[in-house]
């Protein structure tokens, strides 16, 4: 095949697989899976940390599936227009975590948590990337995982 046709064809291709919709004012870009998944990680943030869900709302303005990995280990991160990029190779090592054990989906809501925390810091005007900064955004994060785990335990 000519190159030009192969890179017209993953176009194509691509486009086919990526969508986009808009959820609660959120866009979501990836897979239609990614948009599920992350649908449903947002509908148990709602119910399962109301306190953090209108900040959330108003603070992320899109979430989006990127093959960028900033340093080995990050699953997602944030950025100053109010995007959350969750890291593909991250995604796809959770999606198959899921299939074994249910319980590893709480680890999405609990990512998001973490990187809205850190917009609100942006927000707000405080710094970021500090250790207290990621202290919080991590306090936020376990504390809804742990909600989350206990809520598992009890409707299963
Ligand atoms: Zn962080």
């Known amino acids: 095949m000519h190159r030009a046709a192969i890179l017209l064809f993953l176009a194509v291709f691509l486009a086919a697989c990526s969508t986009e919709t808009t959820y609660q004012g959120i866009r979501i ?6 948009h599920e998944d992350i649908i ?9 940390a109301p306190e953090r ?3 959330l709302c108003r603070l992320v303005k899109v979430i ?11 699953a997602a991160y944030c ?4 995007r959350i990029h969750v890291v593909s190779e991250y995604y796809y090592q ?3 975590q899921v299939k074994v054990y249910p319980v590893a989906f709480y680890y999405m809501p609990a990512i998001i948590v973490h990187e809205a ?8 005007g405080r710094e970021a990337r500090s250790p207290n900064a990621e202290l919080e955004a991590i306090q936020a994060e376990q504390s809804l995982r742990t909600r ?3 809520w598992h335990r009890v409707v299963e």
Do not use: C
């Open 94 to 96: 959770w999606a198959q």
């Open 117 to 124: 925390v850190h917009l609100l810091q942006m927000n707000e």
């Open 40 to 48: 449903r990680a947002l509908k148990l943030i709602e119910e399962h």
């Open 29 to 34: 870009e990836g897979p239609s899976k990614f």
């Open 64 to 74: 989006r599936l990127t093959r960028r990995r900033p340093a080995p280990g990050v």
């Open 53 to 55: 869900y209108a900040d």
């Open 79 to 82: 950025d100053g227009e109010q």
């Open 148 to 150: 989350l785990i206990q």
